[in-house]
Structure formats: C-alpha cells, structure tokens
C-alpha cells in the first residue's frame, strides 16, 4: 500500500475523547509517557503574527524552532505565513487568516506516520515526499476527503460555503465527506440501508485530479457535517454526487506555485538542533541567559534558510521564462497569473500579457505567442491590471 495523503474538505475535526478517565496509576504512565514520545512537528519558518495554542492550553508565538504536538492549533494573522516540517521530511506553509489543528502525529510499532491535519479556514500549500509504504498524511476541512500519492498541492478554504482542492504535482482522489459515517464499522453501514445508500454514493462520488487540475467541493456543513447517524438528512445520498465539481481550465495559480516552490526544508540534523534551542530536553523549559545565547544561532538557520528560500524563487522566475508553461489564449493566462498589462508601444501597436519578470531595463512579457521581450525605450504606456481573474 503507497503512501496516502487525504485532503479532507469535511467539518473540523476537534477533540479526541478520553477513554482512559478510569485508568490505573500505571496505565496511565504509560500513556503519559506514550504522548511525550509521539512525533511533532516544528516550526521552520515564521514571518508575521502567528500564534500556537498548545493541546495543554499554554500558547507560544509560532517562531523558529517550536515544536507541535498532536491537538495543538495554530493561527496566522494577516500577512502571516508559517512553514512546518514533519518528521519524514513532508512540510506545509499555512497561509495568511488560517486556522490550522494538529489533529494526529502518530507513530505506530512498525514505524509508519500518521499525520492529519484540520483547516478550519485559510489555505494550507503542502510538499508531501514521494509515497513511502503505509504512512498517511491528511489534510482535513470542512466538506471534502481526497487521497493523495506523494505530492505538492493547495487545500483552499478561504470561502466558508467550499473547499477548492488544486494539484500541482501528482494525483489526487476528491470525494465529499459525511461526518456521521466516520468511525462506523462495516457491519453498522451495511446494517442500515439508508447508511449504505448514502455509503455507496459516496464512494461513487470519487474524481480524480491530475496534475494542474483542481476541484470545488460545495456541500452545507449543516447537512455534510452532521455528526449524528439518526439525522442525516435524507436528500444527502441525492445531493453526494452534486457536490464535487472538477474546475475546467483552473489549476494551481503562479502565486500559489511559487508559495510552494519556496517552501524549503531541513536536515534532520538542523531539526534537532533547533529544538534543543527551543527547549531543554530534560527540564521541557529553559531560561532567558540560555534562551538569549541561542538566538545567534537561531539567526544563522534563519539567514540560511532565507538565502534558500531567494534562491528558489529565483529559480522558479528563470524557469517561467526558460521553460514557459502552456497558455495559449488569455484565458490560459488570466488563470494562471491573475491578471494581465497592456502594454502600449512607441509604435501604437498594442501587446497584452503578464510581465514575468524585469531584467535591466528588459521587459519579459509571457502573451499569448510565448515569451515577449520589449526594451522599455520601445514601451510608451502600460496599463496595469488591464484584465484581472476577478473580471471572469
């Protein structure tokens, strides 16, 4: 079995309920000692104001080297935006006005992972290492599941009323999500004919996306959401197959892929480091003279991974007018770079376009034609934002 990476578009999934309230003085070591030792999560890059809800209620800034724990939150203020790393190497940035819940980070005996994470709102970019044997990574929020191989994509929910899904690399699987048949053993769904019809719509309901495609998940949190078997609405088994729509022509925008050709990882070694500069392994604290003297170090990681992070997009700016993608008519470019210039020549002739980049005094302008290059003593006007994607 690969790999599997869900993206679930569903309601949030919030509290683990504790069956062990009754449980022995030693069990109960155990099982603290089980939590200290489950895999986390740590902070790799962090501008703007973000904040960490810890499951044990204390709250940190989301700054270089915090780590996260299963059951704790985080949440990004405008012009925010955080890169988390995972123990395999996996890393998500989550986006301005997020809300993000670290739902699962297990590890089980055979030492395969099990990350899920929950966004409420925003929008989560994802660099997920190539499929390896039995782990899964999720992504949960509220109306959708998908299940994703080895893979970098976008889980937007920015809209409350949908989730959008969008691929940039690999396949991802997109069916709608009922809360209420969570959890429920095969016999309790089959046991039930209105559960089973509602199952076997689901599971019908399934579309794939590919490479630059994406999908628009609509489905009402109240009817979708509903935890409760014995009130699902009765229309839901009708209304599964109308809420996933694959979007036409609207794959990962230039904005969105350059957020995740920028996410930059580190070595396992970095890692560790940048933990013990958080937090004293043995105490779980650690003073301010300790915590004063690693910020210079803390500030070498963050200048290095800075000059990783220009140097990527550096590398994705050459790569658009190197390797331009395939956008024959306007359309093409007005969903990939949001919005184009008219640029009006000395000539009166007209050109409409994205400017690409700026090199010297070198204008690169990606048209309908391909790549454009337009010295800017032939240029006597550009109207900016002469069609938006908004406009459409």
Same mark, same amino acid.
């Not at 990004?76 to 890393?91: E, L, R, W, Y």
């Given at each position: 079995?690969?790999?599997?990476?869900?993206?679930?578009?569903?309601?949030?999934?919030?509290?683990?309920?504790?069956?062990?309230?009754?449980?022995?003085?030693?069990?109960?070591?155990?099982?603290?000692?089980?939590?200290?030792?489950?895999?986390?999560?740590?902070?790799?890059?962090?501008?703007?104001? +973000?904040?960490?809800?810890?499951?044990?209620?204390?709250?940190?800034?989301?700054?270089?080297?915090?780590?996260?724990?299963?059951?704790?939150?985080?949440?990004?203020?405008?012009?925010?935006?955080?890169?988390?790393?995972?123990?395999?190497?996996? +890393?998500?940035?989550? +986006?301005?006005?997020?809300?993000?819940?670290?739902?699962?980070?297990?590890?089980?005996?055979?030492?395969?992972?099990?990350?899920?994470?929950?966004?409420?709102?925003?929008?989560?970019?994802?660099?997920?290492?190539?499929?390896?044997?039995?782990?899964?990574?999720?992504?949960?929020?509220?109306?959708?599941?998908?299940?994703?191989?080895?893979?970098?994509?976008?889980?937007?929910?920015?809209?409350?009323?949908?989730?959008?899904?969008?691929?940039?690399?690999?396949?991802?699987?997109?069916?709608?999500?009922?809360?209420?048949?969570?959890?429920?053993?095969?016999?309790?769904?089959?046991?039930?004919?209105?559960?089973?019809?509602?199952?076997?719509?689901?599971?019908?309901?399934?579309?794939?996306?590919?490479?630059?495609?994406?999908?628009?998940?609509?489905?009402?949190?109240?009817?979708?959401?509903?935890?409760?078997?014995? !009130?699902?609405?009765?229309?839901?088994?009708?209304?599964?197959?109308?809420?996933?729509?694959?979007?036409?022509?609207?794959?990962?925008?230039?904005?969105?892929?350059?957020?995740?050709?920028?996410?930059?990882?580190?070595?396992?070694?970095?890692?560790? !480091?940048?933990?013990?500069?958080?937090?004293?392994?043995?105490?779980?604290?650690?003073?301010?003279?300790?915590? +004063?003297?690693?910020?210079?170090?803390?500030?070498?990681?963050?200048?290095?991974?800075?000059?990783?992070?220009?140097?990527?997009?550096?590398?994705?700016?050459?790569?658009?007018?190197?390797?331009?993608?395939?956008?024959?008519?306007?359309?093409?470019?007005?969903?990939?770079?949001?919005?184009?210039?008219?640029?009006?020549?000395?000539?009166?002739?007209?050109?409409?376009?994205?400017?690409?980049?700026?090199?010297?005094?070198?204008?690169?302008?990606?048209?309908?034609?391909?790549?454009?290059?337009?010295?800017?003593?032939?240029?006597?006007?550009?109207?900016?934002?002469?069609?938006?994607?908004?406009?459409?």
């Amino acid at each position: 079995m690969n790999k599997i990476i869900s993206v679930a578009s569903a309601v949030l999934m919030v509290g683990l309920l504790n069956a062990g309230a009754c449980k022995k003085p030693a069990e109960n070591a155990d099982s603290a000692n089980a939590k200290q030792n489950q895999p986390s999560a740590i902070v790799v890059f962090s501008v703007g104001e +973000a904040r960490i809800q810890h499951a044990d209620l204390t709250e940190d800034k989301a700054s270089l080297g915090t780590a996260l724990k299963e059951g704790d939150k985080i949440q990004t203020k405008a012009n925010a935006k955080v890169d988390i790393q995972f123990g395999d190497g996996s +890393a998500v940035r989550i +986006a301005e006005n997020s809300s993000l819940e670290f739902a699962t980070l297990a590890l089980n005996t055979q030492g395969n992972t099990d990350t899920r994470l929950s966004l409420v709102s925003g929008k989560v970019f994802a660099k997920v290492n190539k499929a390896t044997k039995d782990d899964q990574f999720s992504v949960i929020t509220p109306t959708a599941i998908a299940g994703v191989r080895g893979t970098s994509f976008v889980v937007d929910r920015t809209k409350s009323d949908r989730s959008v899904v969008k691929v940039l690399e690999g396949s991802v699987a997109v069916s709608p999500r009922v809360r209420a048949l969570e959890g429920l053993s095969a016999e309790q769904i089959s046991s039930n004919a209105e559960v089973r019809k509602i199952k076997e719509s689901l599971d019908k309901s399934e579309i794939v996306l590919e490479k630059d495609e994406s999908s628009i998940v609509k489905a009402s949190d109240k009817t979708f959401g509903e935890k409760e078997v014995a !009130k699902l609405n009765a229309s839901l088994e009708k209304d599964i197959p109308k809420a996933v729509t694959k979007i036409t022509g609207s794959g990962v925008s230039k904005t969105e892929e350059q957020e995740i050709r920028t996410i930059v990882t580190l070595d396992k070694t970095t890692t560790d !480091k940048l933990a013990k500069l958080n937090v004293d392994p043995k105490t779980g604290k650690i003073d301010e003279k300790t915590a +004063a003297e690693n910020e210079s170090e803390k500030k070498k990681i963050e200048e290095e991974l800075a000059k990783r992070q220009a140097d990527e997009l550096k590398r994705f700016k050459n790569v658009l007018v190197s390797a331009p993608k395939n956008l024959k008519t306007k359309q093409d470019l007005v969903n990939y770079y949001e919005k184009l210039e008219k640029i009006v020549l000395v000539n009166k002739t007209t050109m409409i376009g994205a400017i690409v980049d700026q090199q010297g005094s070198t204008m690169i302008v990606h048209t309908e034609d391909g790549i454009k290059k337009i010295n800017q003593d032939e240029v006597q006007e550009v109207i900016y934002d002469f069609q938006t994607k908004s406009d459409n």
